[in-house]
């Protein structure tokens, strides 16, 4: 079954706290997107990363970093969290860029 | 810089109607264009994609959309829709010689009355 799982769904976080996003694809693609969702602001590209240690930013990388250890597994790190980073944050794969993007359910990040 | 445009923020629609969603788009050369629907509390799914050929491409649950290289639109129909349509949805674009993910629309939510 191929699929995007994220971890975790929703998260409750104090602004100044360390947050770890989680992405898992069981579909062996290369390529793999952090984006975030904002009413009024569609979906923003933070990372991008072509394969293990190949990482790219995104339009909007700024308060982010990302690890891609193994091919299926990309994590989004917040160093100190903001309240502006409140949000639901969506992990995504495809085979390779420009092809079929498959997206998982999304975090739905608080930072109070 | 590429960019996406969806006019409609909101479109209601009775059910057993016909839906046209626009989707307009800037890119200097030919784009690959898609389609992505997204239910509540759900990720993106796609629902159809262009790359090239034929600009009328066939999507899921009978969902169609037009590429005009022209007007630089990609719009979406459905000929008849069900209550379970539903849904945002997105149209988005990647940049056919440069790999940079996707550009999306900010979206029209559909809302289907019976």
């Known amino acids: 079954d191929m699929k995007v799982t994220q971890m975790p769904r929703y998260l409750i976080k104090r602004m100044g706290e360390n947050v770890l996003l989680e992405c898992g694809q069981d579909?062996?693609?290369?390529?793999m997107y952090w984006y975030r969702q904002d009413p009024g602001l569609g979906l923003q590209l933070i990372y991008i990363?072509?394969?293990?240690?190949?990482?790219s930013e995104g339009d909007i990388p700024k308060g982010y970093r990302v690890s891609r250890k193994k091919r299926e597994h990309f994590s989004l790190i917040l160093d100190s969290a903001k309240t502006n980073q409140t949000s639901v944050y969506f992990c995504a794969s495809s085979l390779e860029t420009n092809t079929e993007v498959f997206f998982g359910k999304g975090t739905r990040l608080t930072v109070v | 810089a590429q960019s996406v445009t969806q006019p409609d923020a909101r479109v209601t629609v009775s059910e057993g109607a016909s839906l046209q969603l626009r989707c307009k788009y800037s890119?200097?050369?030919?784009?690959?264009l898609f389609w992505y629907v997204q239910y509540p509390r759900q990720g993106l799914q796609l629902l159809l994609k262009y790359y090239s050929g034929d600009p009328v491409v066939q999507g899921v649950n009978s969902f169609e959309a037009e590429f005009s290289k022209s007007n630089s639109s990609f719009h979406l129909q459905k000929a008849s829709v069900h209550w379970s349509d539903s849904a945002v949805y997105f149209c988005?674009?990647?940049?056919?010689?440069?790999?940079?993910?996707?550009?999306f629309g900010l979206g029209t939510r559909v809302s289907v009355f019976p």
């Open positions: 990363s072509y394969d293990v240690d190949s990482n």
């Open positions: 890119y200097s050369a030919t784009p690959y």
């Open positions: 988005a674009l990647s940049m056919s010689n440069y790999a940079q993910g996707l550009t």
């Open positions: 579909m062996s693609h290369e390529t």
